[in-house]
């Protein structure tokens, strides 16, 4: 295997890791705004919020607003 196709493999290794997640769980602000309101309307219904952010799963916004309000 060459050194170029090694580095790709090592790429989609680091990838599955979870550093492609990182690009993911970044939000935008208009994004955040609107988990947020729609969080105090409809609670904890993920899949209801993420059938308003075209591209995001319910997983990903659950993740997104328990690492950011769990403590509240």
């Known amino acids: 295997?060459?050194?170029l196709d090694q580095s790709?493999?090592?790429a989609k290794t680091v990838s599955k890791d979870g550093n492609s997640r990182?690009?993911?769980m970044?939000?935008?602000e208009d994004?955040?705004?609107l988990i947020a309101r729609m969080y105090s309307l409809v609670g904890r219904r993920w899949t209801l919020i993420a059938g308003r952010?075209?591209?995001r799963?319910?997983?990903e916004i659950e993740e997104y607003w328990t690492s950011r309000y769990s403590s509240e």
Do not use: Q, V
């Open 57 to 59: 799963t319910a997983k």
């Open 31 to 33: 994004e955040e705004n």
């Open 53 to 55: 952010i075209p591209g």
């Open 26 to 28: 970044s939000f935008s």
């Open 8 to 10: 790709s493999d090592d």
């Open 1 to 3: 295997m060459s050194k």
């Open 22 to 24: 990182d690009s993911k």
